[in-house]
């Protein structure tokens, strides 16, 4: 039935959504969805993983599935299934060494929830959380929701982009309620020293703050050692967020998680009830295949695919950066799946020379000032979803670009 139209005028969205800037990297894989189906692009954008997920995880989610199917479609409760909070728990302290229990843990909708549900459950209008600059650019708006402002604190290429406690300390006001540890790092891939991790802890610490740790890029570590920070205290004012999908290669599957002192992470739940609920629950199926008999398929699968494909593929592309393009200095990352480099010598806008190198040689790369003010004239570029064969032609293009 067509409606007739009344001449009314739209009614009003709020301030809030008014305001509301969506991540220019959806934007741009909007953007490329569609131009991929008429060219041939090489994507150095966007940071999702390209390799299949494991097998035997897809295969227990159809055996459950088809044995199971309304048990595996129902509701779950809003902290998530016990199972993949008592595997969870499980894999942190075999892993990790932390001891936790069930009930300080939350099962979300991806990372991307967690971190949302955490700034919703610490933040109020006024705060300060202070992070490094460039750093992962989704903090910064539903920290606006909140009402809340992101304090940056430039890290440089030439000290592997290490965020200094006495640098943050100097920032550190009445109003700072947070800071953001994300090590491995985007857009960086850097890997924060023992050292930088113990004094971020004690800063926290000796000034009553929360420490987020986002570590969804802790399996993915190349050289160097991720570290938990609980190694160094923390306990009482830690909260993490993580998710399974660079681990496992299965960002549409959405399973994230939360964990941190209790009073905080059922609070968390409680208004984790006004937005998801819960969890999808066939979700959870994939990540307790994961994680059953001691993570046997996550550790096979990273020691045996993940691990080497990217290590190749970044070592693919550092040689062919250096071979390619020797007048580029850039510091080699030792985890996650990025390159972020100084191009200052080359451009004067990075958000211009990007637009300009996909429209004239179909290369996707991400301008660096998305990523902090810090950022300008820098671009990130992964090597998650290329083959080395690409990467170097993809090397060539930026090459080709430059000189012309
Ligand atoms: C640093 C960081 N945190 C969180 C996320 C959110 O990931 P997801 O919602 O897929 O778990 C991403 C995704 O790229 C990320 O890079």
Not at 108 to 120: L, M, P, R, S
Not at 148 to 172: L, M
Request: hydrophobic letters at 35%; charged letters at 30%.
């Amino acid at each position: 039935m067509k409606l007739k139209k009344r001449g009314m005028k739209l009614p009003s969205i709020s301030k809030r959504a008014q305001k509301y800037k969506g991540s220019p990297i959806r934007r741009i894989a909007s953007l490329l969805e569609k131009a991929s189906m008429n060219k041939d692009i090489i994507s150095f954008g966007g940071g999702a993983p390209s390799l299949a997920p494991p097998h035997e995880i897809i295969e227990k989610v159809i055996q459950q599935l088809k044995e199971k199917p309304q048990l595996s479609t129902a509701y779950c409760s809003t902290e998530g299934l016990p199972r993949t909070r008592e595997l969870i728990r499980e894999d942190l302290k075999r892993d990790e060494g932390i001891d936790i229990s069930p009930d300080e843990i939350t099962i979300t909708t991806g990372g991307t929830e967690a971190i949302y549900a955490v700034f919703q459950t610490i933040l109020n209008p006024g705060d300060e959380v202070i992070t490094a600059d460039p750093t992962y650019l989704c903090y910064e708006e539903p920290m606006k929701l909140m009402g809340a402002k992101q304090v940056r604190i430039p890290v440089y290429w030439r000290e592997d982009f290490q965020f200094y406690p006495d640098r943050i300390n100097e920032k550190i006001t009445n109003k700072t309620k947070a800071i953001i540890l994300l090590s491995p790092d985007n857009p960086t891939g850097s890997i924060q020293t023992e050292e930088n991790v113990k004094g971020i802890v004690e800063l926290c610490e000796d000034h009553d703050l929360w420490l987020i740790t986002d570590d969804i890029y802790k399996d993915i570590v190349y050289e160097g050692k991720f570290v938990n920070s609980r190694e160094y205290g923390g306990y009482e004012n830690t909260i993490t967020t993580c998710s399974f999908s660079k681990t496992a290669s299965i960002p549409g599957v959405r399973i994230g998680y939360a964990y941190g002192p209790k009073q905080v992470i059922s609070k968390l739940s409680e208004l984790k009830q006004a937005t998801t609920l819960t969890a999808p629950r066939l979700s959870q199926y994939f990540v307790q295949a994961l994680l059953e008999d001691g993570a046997r398929v996550k550790h096979e699968y990273l020691k045996n695919i993940v691990i080497p494909t990217y290590k190749a593929r970044r070592d693919a592309m550092a040689r062919e950066l250096k071979k390619q393009i020797p007048e580029l200095e850039f510091s080699k990352p030792e985890g996650a799946f990025y390159f972020f480099i100084d191009m200052s010598d080359y451009i004067q806008d990075d958000v211009e020379f990007s637009d300009r190198l996909f429209k004239e040689k179909s290369v996707v790369i991400i301008p660096g000032s998305h990523f902090g003010e810090n950022g300008k004239k820098h671009v990130r570029i992964t090597f998650v979803s290329e083959t080395e064969e690409r990467i170097k032609q993809g090397i060539s293009k930026i090459r080709d670009f430059i000189r012309e």
